[in-house]
């Protein structure tokens, strides 16, 4: 069955670095757009980045294009998101997501990690 499983959040300060992993399987990793989406706390469901099935195009929210990056590894069937200069802001439960339809709506997202916590603060 399908399976996706975070990895990498934790507590930083502001303007540090984290990079988050996504491990896929019970799928073909390489046929399928995949997402990033946060939730802060209190907040609703934030569309942060997508990059699509044949990798040429990645899309990114506002509040963090410039500072975050998103990649995948085929071989390794994992997606990243190396996130620079990080805010208070961007605390938050990063999950992965994939998605048949290049889309940034996660109401449309079929499955979903379990989720990391990134906290940023000093």
């Known amino acids: 069955q399908v399976q996706l499983v975070e990895s990498g959040g934790g507590l930083v300060q502001p303007g540090g670095s984290l990079t988050l992993s996504c491990t896929a399987s019970?799928?073909?990793?390489?046929?399928?757009?995949m997402n990033w989406v946060r939730q802060a706390p209190g907040k609703g469901l934030e569309w942060v980045a997508s990059i699509y099935s044949d990798d040429r195009y990645v899309y990114y929210a506002n509040s963090v294009k410039g500072r975050f990056t998103v990649f995948r590894d085929g071989a390794k069937n994992t997606l990243y998101m190396r996130m620079n200069s990080l805010k208070a802001d961007d605390t938050a439960v990063y999950y992965c997501?994939?998605?048949?339809?290049?889309?940034?709506?996660?109401?449309?997202?079929?499955?979903w990690g379990q989720g990391t916590q990134v906290t940023v603060a000093s």
């Open positions: 997501a994939k998605d048949s339809y290049g889309t940034t709506w996660p109401s449309a997202y079929d499955y």
């Open positions: 019970g799928f073909t990793f390489s046929n399928y757009y």
